[in-house]
């Protein structure tokens, strides 16, 4: 075999050991890069700060722990943003494996700030089949959700009262990491015409950028780059900031590699055809 | 820093690395640990759904508020479990029926408006070279046609309509390299998370330890 | 307004005319077709390249004496991936059966899992050998996604099949269950409508059947005339597009926009 080939052929596990050092070295010796924001973070973002103390917004954190890393700074620094402002929130969990992690989130940053459950904040919880329950939110929050998470009837909750669907709510932010936000766009957006900007991962990020365009969601937070671009809008934490120095040094990593691996294939290709 | 968390933190650190293991070669320790998850993840979805779906929707409904009406979607989601039995599966088609029914009709309207007509009013974009928007305007209605006729499946993919598939296939996969481009972020930064989680657990061992 | 269209728009939303003329157009293409179809006109679909590699792999399990694996993805049977999905098991099914090929299914939803059962066992029989089908190799694994993921990638490593079908819809767990399939030398062909899954599938797997293809694989394979129908009338529907695509863009370019203020939905 010759270099070209054991180029193209490399054990995975070069890679990875590789790439693994490449993530290591920042996290052991930290440095910050530069964070450059795009328009469609800064829509969102401007749209919370144009928010007025005692407004409503309705935060859906749709994720899993699995995807935690990339998306939970968001979450993170939007609720800090609200409570920052007196913005109240309805929050709901409709991930099935969500409603822990998000009420651990809740929890942390209602007392940093000094909010309570029924005056500041709302939390839902989750209920099973994610699209009837936004069908039914924007009938009346009390269909899919009579009490909130905690077992609290919705009408003797302070803020609930005279809040009855999506039509009192100034916006709605979705954070997720599965197809949630697919029915978002087409029962919230499409029935309700409810004002919607959405935060997913890194892998769904490119399948939105039609709806960014056509107006369906005025704002799109991809991955943890969309998050660290938000932390540095609202200066409302920096974890997702501090990850992009690893995420350069495993990126510079990998291009190294693919480039690798496609000299290895088109020398190796062109030393077969001659 | 409590005993309990250390704890947590380490059992978390330890599961972490056996499933870091099968990057090596498949083992006992990630055979463990996908076995463990299979299980919780299941008792934890059937905790969910009693405490989030059974109890508030129908258990509360009926036996405390006297919302027998509650028992009518209980008896047809009952019907369902029918399709287990050879004999009586015919039963579950009734309930299969009337929630394909209710779906269809809510989904297929909203799907057609949101994915389709708002899609297709945004993209009738004005094609021109006086500045570079125009341009933009061109490549996108191109990517559009050309990947529209490589999904058109009633003529065989020759002559122009073959080269306009080939460009459509090609502009398909630039889409997708974007898309994977984005996806190898995410699954770094999902990496390094869980690198900076066992540089945290080290420090708050480190700090229970030794005090620094 | 008048009175009559008053009390009308309780029912009847006028903003969205342009959506059930469009949805109309769409229907009666379907149903159209799907008449030609069940009349026995013969409706002509090209052949999906995809079903070269799917033969490919049953040929390549039967000569090294190895299961095939054939995951159709983690949605229940309310998803249309999952229908086609089955729709291929049946077919695959029946290749395989004819060369005496172990076939390993497993299962992500519960109630996917009778519906797989039956393609299987409807496969055996249509090859003639209903003594064949084994119901232990359709197994249900888990509900959630990484505890399915896990298992399916045991299975992998534990049962080295020769070939990996993967069709259904898929999510973060696709390029997982590609890379380990990579890993173990096995064939690999998938195909899935999700569009943010197809990049793992093209670079860690054999042939990729994308997106709209995987429904014109089953149509194509099954010759029902429902989805042959289903497939002519979106194709008819496609060019519609793409010609309303086409004249609305050129009556932009010359500044007139009430062609395309029409398809606004208010």
């Given at each position: 075999?010759?270099?070209?080939?054991?180029?193209?052929?490399?054990?995975r596990?070069?890679v990875?050991?590789?790439?693994?050092?490449?993530?290591?070295?920042?996290?052991?010796?930290?440095?910050?890069v530069?964070?450059?924001v795009?328009?469609?973070?800064?829509?969102?973002?401007?749209?919370?700060?144009?928010?007025?103390?005692?407004?409503?917004?309705?935060?859906?954190?749709?994720?899993?722990?699995q995807?935690m890393?990339?998306?939970?700074?968001?979450?993170k620094?939007?609720?800090?943003?609200?409570?920052a402002?007196?913005?109240?929130l309805?929050i709901?969990?409709?991930?099935?494996?969500?409603?822990?992690?998000a009420?651990?989130?809740?929890?942390?940053?209602?007392?940093?700030?000094g909010?309570k459950?029924?005056?500041?904040?709302?939390?839902?919880?989750?209920?099973?089949y994610?699209?009837?329950?936004?069908?039914?939110?924007?009938?009346?929050?009390?269909?899919p959700?009579?009490?909130?998470?905690?077992?609290?009837?919705?009408?003797?909750?302070?803020?609930?009262?005279?809040?009855?669907?999506?039509?009192?709510?100034?916006v709605?932010?979705d954070?997720?990491?599965?197809?949630?936000?697919?029915?978002?766009?087409?029962?919230?957006?499409?029935?309700?015409?409810v004002?919607l900007?959405?935060?997913?991962?890194g892998?769904m990020?490119?399948?939105?950028?039609p709806?960014?365009?056509?107006?369906q969601?005025?704002?799109?937070?991809?991955?943890?780059k969309?998050?660290?671009?938000?932390?540095?809008?609202?200066?409302?934490g920096?974890?997702?900031i501090?990850?992009?120095?690893?995420?350069?040094?495993a990126?510079?990593?990998?291009?190294?590699?693919?480039?690798a691996?496609?000299?290895?294939?088109?020398?190796s290709?062109?030393?077969?055809?001659? | 820093?409590?005993?309990?968390?250390?704890?947590?933190?380490?059992v978390?650190?330890?599961?972490?690395?056996?499933?870091?293991?099968f990057?090596?070669?498949?083992n006992?320790?990630?055979?463990?640990a996908?076995h463990l998850?299979?299980?919780?993840s299941?008792?934890?979805?059937?905790?969910?759904?009693?405490?989030?779906?059974?109890l508030?929707?129908?258990?509360?409904p009926?036996t405390?508020?006297?919302e027998w009406?509650?028992?009518?979607?209980?008896?047809?989601g009952?019907?369902?479990?029918?399709?287990?039995s050879?004999k009586?599966?015919w039963?579950?088609?009734?309930?299969i029926?009337f929630?394909?029914?209710?779906?269809?009709g809510v989904?297929?309207p909203?799907e057609?408006?949101q994915?389709?007509?708002?899609?297709?009013?945004?993209?009738?974009?004005?094609?021109?070279f006086?500045?570079?928007?125009?341009?933009?305007?061109?490549?996108?209605?191109l990517?559009?046609?050309?990947?529209?006729?490589?999904?058109?499946?009633?003529?065989?993919?020759?002559?122009?309509?073959?080269?306009?598939?080939?460009?459509?296939?090609w502009?398909?996969?630039?889409?997708?390299?974007?898309?994977?481009?984005?996806?190898?972020?995410?699954?770094?930064?999902?990496?390094?998370?869980?690198?900076?989680e066992?540089?945290?657990?080290y420090?708050?061992?480190?700090?229970?330890?030794?005090g620094? | 307004?008048?009175?009559?269209?008053?009390?009308?728009?309780?029912?009847?939303?006028?903003?969205?005319i342009?959506v059930?003329?469009?949805l109309?157009l769409?229907?009666a293409?379907?149903f159209?077709?799907?008449n030609?179809?069940?009349?026995g006109?013969?409706?002509?679909?090209?052949?999906i390249?995809?079903l070269?590699?799917?033969?490919?792999?049953?040929?390549?399990?039967?000569?090294?004496?190895?299961?095939?694996l054939?995951?159709?993805?983690?949605?229940?049977?309310?998803?249309?991936?999952?229908?086609?999905?089955?729709?291929?098991?049946?077919n695959?099914?029946?290749?395989?059966?004819?060369?005496?090929?172990?076939?390993l299914v497993?299962?992500?939803?519960p109630f996917?899992?009778?519906?797989a059962?039956?393609?299987?066992?409807?496969?055996?029989?249509k090859?003639?050998?209903?003594?064949?089908y084994?119901?232990?190799?359709?197994?249900?694994i888990?509900?959630?996604?990484?505890?399915?993921?896990?298992?399916?990638?045991?299975?992998?490593?534990?049962?080295?099949?020769?070939?990996?079908?993967?069709?259904?819809?898929?999510f973060?767990?696709?390029?997982?269950?590609?890379?380990?399939?990579?890993?173990?030398g096995?064939?690999?062909v998938?195909?899935?409508?999700?569009i943010?899954?197809?990049?793992?599938?093209?670079?860690?797997?054999?042939?990729?059947i994308?997106?709209?293809?995987?429904f014109?694989?089953?149509?194509?394979?099954?010759?029902?005339?429902k989805?042959l129908?289903?497939?002519?009338?979106?194709?008819?529907?496609?060019?519609?597009?793409?010609?309303?695509?086409?004249l609305?863009?050129?009556?932009?370019?010359f500044?007139?926009?009430?062609?395309?203020?029409w398809?606004?939905?208010?």
């Amino acid at each position: 075999m010759n270099f070209y080939e054991r180029l193209m052929n490399l054990d995975r596990r070069w890679v990875y050991l590789v790439v693994g050092i490449a993530v290591i070295i920042p996290v052991l010796n930290p440095f910050r890069v530069p964070v450059y924001v795009t328009q469609e973070v800064k829509a969102i973002y401007d749209c919370v700060e144009s928010l007025e103390p005692g407004d409503i917004l309705f935060l859906a954190i749709d994720y899993d722990p699995q995807a935690m890393a990339e998306v939970h700074p968001m979450a993170k620094a939007i609720m800090r943003q609200c409570f920052a402002k007196d913005v109240k929130l309805i929050i709901s969990a409709l991930s099935q494996n969500g409603p822990g992690m998000a009420e651990q989130l809740i929890s942390e940053l209602s007392k940093e700030f000094g909010k309570k459950s029924g005056i500041d904040y709302c939390y839902l919880g989750y209920k099973p089949y994610f699209s009837i329950v936004i069908l039914g939110m924007g009938q009346n929050f009390r269909i899919p959700f009579p009490t909130d998470y905690y077992g609290v009837p919705l009408d003797s909750l302070p803020m609930m009262r005279g809040v009855q669907n999506y039509d009192d709510v100034k916006v709605v932010i979705d954070i997720s990491s599965g197809n949630i936000t697919d029915y978002w766009i087409i029962y919230g957006n499409g029935r309700y015409n409810v004002k919607l900007a959405v935060g997913v991962t890194g892998v769904m990020t490119a399948n939105y950028y039609p709806y960014l365009a056509s107006g369906q969601i005025f704002g799109l937070m991809g991955g943890l780059k969309g998050a660290s671009e938000y932390e540095v809008l609202s200066k409302q934490g920096d974890r997702a900031i501090k990850m992009m120095s690893i995420q350069t040094t495993a990126h510079i990593v990998i291009i190294l590699f693919i480039v690798a691996g496609n000299i290895g294939y088109f020398m190796s290709r062109k030393k077969k055809i001659k | 820093m409590d005993l309990g968390t250390i704890i947590w933190n380490t059992v978390a650190l330890f599961l972490t690395l056996c499933i870091f293991s099968f990057l090596y070669k498949d083992n006992p320790f990630y055979k463990f640990a996908e076995h463990l998850v299979v299980g919780v993840s299941a008792g934890y979805f059937a905790i969910i759904l009693y405490f989030n779906g059974f109890l508030p929707k129908v258990w509360e409904p009926v036996t405390q508020r006297g919302e027998w009406w509650y028992l009518l979607p209980t008896i047809l989601g009952m019907m369902t479990w029918a399709r287990f039995s050879k004999k009586w599966s015919w039963i579950s088609r009734f309930a299969i029926a009337f929630y394909m029914g209710i779906a269809v009709g809510v989904a297929i309207p909203l799907e057609m408006q949101q994915r389709v007509i708002k899609q297709l009013h945004a993209t009738m974009l004005p094609v021109h070279f006086t500045n570079i928007q125009g341009v933009w305007n061109l490549l996108i209605m191109l990517g559009v046609l050309c990947g529209l006729i490589y999904f058109f499946f009633s003529m065989g993919h020759k002559g122009v309509v073959g080269g306009a598939a080939r460009l459509g296939i090609w502009i398909l996969m630039i889409g997708f390299g974007a898309g994977f481009g984005l996806t190898v972020m995410g699954r770094i930064s999902l990496l390094a998370d869980r690198i900076t989680e066992i540089h945290n657990w080290y420090l708050m061992v480190t700090k229970a330890l030794w005090g620094f | 307004m008048s009175p009559i269209f008053f009390y009308l728009s309780f029912w009847f939303d006028f903003n969205r005319i342009n959506v059930l003329v469009i949805l109309g157009l769409f229907f009666a293409f379907v149903f159209y077709f799907i008449n030609q179809a069940k009349k026995g006109k013969s409706l002509f679909v090209r052949r999906i390249s995809g079903l070269d590699a799917i033969e490919e792999a049953v040929g390549r399990a039967t000569e090294m004496g190895k299961p095939i694996l054939y995951i159709s993805g983690i949605e229940d049977m309310d998803n249309l991936q999952t229908v086609a999905s089955m729709i291929i098991l049946g077919n695959v099914t029946e290749m395989v059966a004819r060369y005496d090929v172990p076939l390993l299914v497993p299962i992500c939803r519960p109630f996917v899992v009778p519906v797989a059962e039956e393609a299987v066992k409807q496969g055996y029989i249509k090859a003639g050998k209903p003594d064949a089908y084994d119901k232990n190799n359709i197994r249900y694994i888990s509900d959630e996604q990484f505890a399915y993921t896990a298992g399916v990638n045991g299975i992998m490593l534990r049962e080295r099949p020769a070939a990996n079908l993967m069709f259904g819809s898929f999510f973060a767990e696709s390029l997982i269950m590609a890379e380990t399939g990579f890993s173990t030398g096995a064939i690999q062909v998938a195909g899935t409508a999700n569009i943010h899954q197809l990049p793992f599938f093209v670079v860690a797997c054999d042939y990729t059947i994308i997106g709209e293809e995987l429904f014109a694989t089953s149509a194509y394979l099954s010759k029902e005339p429902k989805l042959l129908g289903s497939l002519k009338g979106s194709d008819l529907a496609k060019f519609l597009i793409m010609i309303i695509l086409i004249l609305g863009a050129l009556l932009e370019t010359f500044g007139i926009t009430e062609f395309s203020s029409w398809f606004f939905v208010r």
